[in-house]
T-cell receptor
Framework: GNSVTQMEGPVTLSEEAFLTINCTYT??????LFWYVQYPGEGLQLLLK?????DKGSNKGFEATYRKETTSFHLEKGSVQVSDSAVYFC?????????????FGEGTQLTVNP | KAGVTQTPRYLIKTRGQQVTLSCSPI?????VSWYQQTPGQGLQFLFE???????NKGNFPGRFSGRQFSNSRSEMNVSTLELGDSALYLC??????????????FGPGTRLTVL
């Protein structure tokens, strides 16, 4: 079945550092890929998405490219801010499952220090 | 446009009791999904409803059930609560029925604590 694997956290960076959070997936067919962010005490917010191979999703300085050959969707940001501190989830839908069902990775806690 | 709302936000129950959680989707959204979030298991899919019909179900015991009303509002029910049911329950709504690309909009969740 579908599965998503994220790099283990937590990740601690200084402000303005470069961020990479690795995400790989297993799915048949052509799933859609997402990054969600969860701030303390809140639900999930969609950060960016990509629906086909080689698509690049971007939002608020974050980017991720759908790489079908390596089944990866790594999240990057060139210069993180304290306000980026949150938990980041990689997710997919489609593949073997129908409808809107999302399969999530384990989540990566990011802390950015001033 | 108002976002997804969930009530109550916090709930404390004891083992053996049952609980009902409510979710109101974004206006015009007809698909509602439920997820359970725990530190140990992460985010797990419970079920999805569209037009009052369950379209998809995750791997949870029959104690977990749900329904959707004609106005797209949804409820989930957990009977005979166990300590392990303590979790954040998230509801998400989506404007579309099928297809792999279905952006989901999440509510703030209901924090259930079972004592």
């Amino acid at each position: 079945g579908n599965s998503v694997t994220q790099m283990e956290g937590p990740v601690t960076l200084s402000e303005e550092a470069f961020l990479t959070i690795n995400c790989t997936y297993t799915a048949t067919g052509y799933p859609s890929l997402f990054w969600y962010v969860q701030y303390p005490g809140e639900g999930l917010q969609l950060l960016l998405k990509a629906t086909k191979a080689d698509d690049k999703g971007s939002n608020k300085g974050f980017e991720a490219t759908y790489r079908k050959e390596t089944t990866s969707f790594h999240l990057e940001k060139g210069s993180v801010q304290v306000s980026d501190s949150a938990v980041y989830f990689c997710a997919l839908s489609g593949g073997e499952t129908s409808g809107s069902r999302l399969t999530f990775g384990e989540g990566t806690q990011l802390t950015v220090n001033p | 446009k108002a976002g997804v709302t969930q009530t109550p936000r916090y709930l404390i129950k004891t083992r053996g009791q049952q609980v009902t959680l409510s979710c109101s989707p974004i206006s015009g959204h007809r698909s509602v999904s439920w997820y359970q979030q725990t530190p140990g298991q992460g985010l797990q899919f419970l079920f999805e409803y569209f037009s009052e019909t369950q379209r998809n179900k995750g791997n949870f015991p029959g104690r977990f059930s749900g329904r959707q009303f004609s106005n797209s509002r949804s409820e989930m029910n957990v009977s005979t609560l166990e300590l392990g049911d303590s979790a954040l329950y998230l509801c998400a709504s989506s404007p579309r029925d099928s297809g792999s690309y279905n952006e989901q909009f999440f509510g703030p969740g209901t924090r259930l604590t079972v004592l």
